[in-house]
């Protein structure tokens, strides 16, 4: 089990009562959403799609709408529609390739003309509708986003991990040690990332992002399994001159997992009840992989300047490495 699994085995023991007494916030409907979308797109390929016409047909704003299909899809949601309407087309010029000109198919997928349906589908595929015709290269087509790979999670979803190489790295902020029946019951932690933020995460210096905030989670082999230790943080340029009034980390390079979770709340509202069923979800999946926990630590990466009243978007950062396979007895 990794470090991370340890510490959170011992925490669900501690809460598991508690949990058991609260009932659920509203259950959301987040991949519902999705899938609605989705369903839109399709049966309207060979129309013009307009983005404010899919934000009212799901009830989100365009900024809102947009940000979620992007984190599903891995693609901008108009780039995603332009995608799948050229991945039809591409088969129903396959499947006409005796009848019917590419003036046809362009129509018929609402592009305006010839030329621009061309262009767009050299620009997808790597060759002209006429060369795909008449040649032998297969192509990649972007075939519906698959949603049976999400995370439904209260208030929002958890999607699959991206894999990133991050390099060494300097936090500055303040310390805190949270008990961890007690940040279930008060929020402890939510309340420390608040007050740090609006209070003085403002004023630590050489920050690469000014508008980011970074949760770092840390848990030593000597840290209490009823405790952790908390940094509420800015990630730095330099440590120098700091350590006299801030508390601060350095954290080694390597490689992460970053599991990205949308909610349908304003980011101060982000609590141990959330993050704990993504933790679960973050447990299940690197039991599964070939990765195992690298480091004692982990971080949530939250960019203030995408918070909306009704928008959530955290990155959460876990540190892996390759699972060590015991070698067989000779």
Same mark, same amino acid.
């Given at each position: 089990?990794?470090?991370?699994?340890?510490?959170?085995?011992?925490?669900?023991?501690?809460?598991?009562?508690?949990?058991?007494?609260?009932? !659920?916030?509203?259950?959301?409907?987040?991949?519902?959403?999705?899938?609605?979308? !989705?369903?839109?797109?399709?049966?309207?390929?060979?129309?013009?799609?307009?983005?404010?016409?899919?934000?009212?047909?799901?009830?989100?704003?365009?900024?809102?709408?947009?940000?979620?299909?992007?984190?599903?899809?891995? !693609?901008?949601?108009?780039?995603?529609?332009?995608?799948?309407? !050229?991945?039809?087309?591409?088969?129903?010029?396959?499947?006409?390739?005796?009848?019917?000109?590419?003036?046809?198919?362009?129509?018929?997928?609402?592009?305006?003309?010839? #030329?621009?349906?061309?262009?767009?589908?050299?620009? #997808?595929?790597?060759?002209?509708?006429? #060369?795909?015709?008449?040649?032998?290269?297969?192509?990649?087509?972007?075939?519906?986003?698959?949603?049976?790979?999400?995370?439904?999670?209260?208030?929002?979803?958890?999607?699959?991990?991206?894999?990133?190489?991050?390099?060494?790295?300097?936090?500055?902020?303040?310390?805190?040690?949270?008990?961890?029946?007690?940040?279930?019951?008060?929020?402890?932690?939510?309340?420390?990332?608040?007050?740090?933020?609006?209070?003085?995460?403002?004023?630590?210096?050489?920050?690469?992002?000014?508008?980011?905030?970074?949760?770092?989670?840390?848990?030593?082999?000597?840290?209490?399994?009823?405790?952790?230790?908390?940094?509420?943080?800015?990630?730095?340029?330099?440590?120098?001159?700091?350590?006299?009034?801030?508390?601060?980390?350095?954290?080694?390079?390597?490689?992460?997992?970053?599991?990205?979770?949308?909610?349908?709340?304003?980011?101060?509202?982000?609590?141990?009840?959330?993050?704990?069923?993504?933790?679960?979800?973050?447990?299940?999946?690197?039991?599964?992989?070939?990765?195992?926990?690298?480091?004692?630590?982990?971080?949530?990466?939250?960019?203030?300047?995408?918070?909306?009243?009704?928008?959530?978007?955290?990155?959460?950062?876990?540190?892996?490495?390759?699972?060590?396979?015991?070698?067989?007895?000779?």
């Amino acid at each position: 089990m990794n470090e991370r699994s340890q510490q959170h085995s011992e925490m669900k023991k501690e809460i598991e009562g508690r949990a058991a007494e609260r009932t !659920l916030i509203g259950g959301s409907d987040t991949i519902g959403t999705i899938e609605r979308v !989705l369903g839109e797109v399709e049966r309207r390929l060979a129309d013009k799609i307009v983005l404010d016409e899919l934000a009212e047909h799901v009830h989100l704003s365009k900024f809102h709408l947009h940000r979620l299909m992007r984190a599903a899809t891995g !693609l901008p949601l108009m780039e995603y529609i332009r995608a799948r309407k !050229l991945s039809a087309s591409a088969h129903d010029l396959f499947e006409r390739r005796s009848g019917g000109t590419v003036l046809d198919t362009a129509l018929a997928y609402g592009f305006d003309h010839e #030329q621009s349906y061309i262009r767009a589908f050299k620009r #997808q595929f790597g060759v002209t509708p006429a #060369q795909f015709r008449r040649g032998t290269e297969e192509i990649r087509l972007v075939e519906r986003y698959d949603t049976s790979v999400l995370k439904e999670i209260r208030e929002g979803v958890v999607f699959e991990p991206t894999f990133v190489m991050k390099p060494r790295s300097l936090y500055a902020g303040r310390r805190a040690t949270i008990p961890i029946a007690e940040n279930f019951e008060r929020y402890t932690a939510n309340a420390h990332g608040v007050s740090f933020f609006y209070g003085e995460h403002g004023k630590i210096p050489r920050k690469l992002k000014p508008s980011v905030y970074i949760g770092l989670t840390l848990y030593p082999p000597e840290c209490s399994p009823k405790a952790t230790d908390y940094l509420t943080s800015a990630e730095v340029s330099s440590l120098e001159g700091l350590e006299r009034d801030w508390d601060t980390a350095v954290i080694p390079a390597g490689k992460y997992a970053v599991f990205k979770y949308i909610g349908r709340f304003h980011p101060e509202n982000l609590t141990i009840h959330q993050l704990n069923d993504i933790w679960n979800y973050m447990d299940e999946w690197i039991m599964r992989s070939p990765y195992e926990q690298a480091h004692g630590h982990h971080f949530e990466y939250i960019d203030a300047a995408l918070a909306r009243a009704d928008y959530c978007e955290a990155d959460l950062y876990l540190p892996i490495r390759d699972r060590e396979v015991p070698q067989s007895e000779s």
